[in-house]
């Protein structure tokens, strides 16, 4: 089924970044930037994401424990600050264009981003070189249903040996406020990890009894 998946993925990349002759559909501006408040998300792996509310420094989603974390609206960046038992870590994304989000097919950035981690009373930091375009919008289905979608690309750097880490690859739905795919290669050893969208329940649906038994089903 995963193969199945990930070449239907695979023809959805070469349409929507202009790799194949597939034509594509007209190009489309997303206007639902956040989902809902209390939306929850639930993905094949048996993730949950659940949109807590919108704050200036960034929107507060909770995992599916309930332990709450910040990130911005836009899902390329990553989370701004977790933590973990003992382990803290915070990540800021520099140069970003703002008027690459809310996304707009065709539209391109470059940025940084600094990423930095505390444990045991050390700090350790990282810096990348992010390069990403947002292609034409394409229909996708998942186990949640059918999408219309704008399909984001990355390739990430190491700032200090400009090779290439990753291909991150996003497919965003503007009806949902939020990615229904997600794909992050490993540039070095080639594995891929994807998830897609099982289902997404808004507030009065989501109960933890029910969310427990969806996770279940979903794969978790």
């Given at each position: 089924m995963?193969?199945?998946r990930?070449?239907?993925?695979?023809?959805?990349v070469?349409?929507?970044?202009?790799?194949?002759?597939?034509?594509?559909?007209?190009?489309?501006?997303?206007?639902?930037?956040?989902?809902?408040?209390?939306?929850v998300?639930?993905?094949?792996?048996?993730?949950?994401?659940?949109?807590?509310r919108?704050?200036?420094?960034?929107?507060?989603?909770?995992?599916?424990?309930?332990?709450?974390?910040r990130?911005?609206?836009?899902?390329?960046?990553p989370?701004?600050?977790w933590?973990?038992?003992?382990?803290?870590?915070?990540?800021?994304?520099?140069?970003?264009?703002?008027?690459?989000?809310?996304?707009?097919?065709?539209?391109?950035?470059q940025?940084?981003?600094?990423?930095?981690?505390?444990?045991?009373?050390?700090?350790?930091?990282?810096?990348?070189?992010?390069?990403?375009?947002?292609?034409s919008?394409?229909?996708?289905?998942v186990?949640?249903?059918?999408?219309?979608?704008?399909?984001?690309?990355?390739d990430?750097?190491s700032?200090?040996?400009?090779?290439?880490?990753?291909?991150?690859?996003?497919?965003?739905?503007?009806?949902?406020?939020?990615?229904?795919?997600?794909?992050?290669?490993?540039?070095?050893?080639?594995?891929?990890?994807?998830i897609?969208?099982?289902?997404?329940?808004?507030?009065y649906r989501?109960?933890?009894?029910?969310?427990?038994?969806?996770?279940k089903?979903?794969?978790?």
């Amino acid at each position: 089924m995963l193969s199945v998946r990930m070449n239907a993925v695979a023809l959805l990349v070469c349409a929507a970044f202009g790799a194949c002759a597939t034509p594509a559909l007209a190009p489309v501006a997303a206007t639902h930037v956040s989902p809902d408040p209390g939306t929850v998300f639930l993905f094949d792996d048996g993730r949950v994401e659940r949109f807590v509310r919108r704050e200036p420094e960034g929107d507060i989603w909770a995992t599916r424990s309930g332990r709450e974390y910040r990130r911005s609206s836009n899902p390329i960046l990553p989370i701004r600050s977790w933590s973990v038992g003992n382990r803290q870590g915070e990540s800021e994304a520099f140069g970003l264009n703002r008027q690459f989000w809310p996304p707009v097919s065709g539209s391109k950035a470059q940025f940084r981003v600094l990423h930095t981690a505390f444990a045991d009373g050390r700090e350790r930091r990282t810096a990348q070189a992010w390069s990403c375009r947002i292609g034409s919008n394409a229909i996708l289905r998942v186990d949640a249903g059918e999408f219309s979608v704008l399909p984001i690309e990355c390739d990430v750097y190491s700032v200090a040996t400009q090779r290439l880490l990753e291909r991150r690859r996003w497919w965003w739905s503007a009806e949902l406020g939020h990615y229904i795919a997600r794909s992050f290669q490993d540039m070095r050893t080639g594995e891929i990890s994807q998830i897609e969208l099982c289902a997404a329940l808004p507030d009065y649906r989501a109960a933890n009894a029910k969310l427990e038994a969806l996770a279940k089903a979903c794969g978790g």
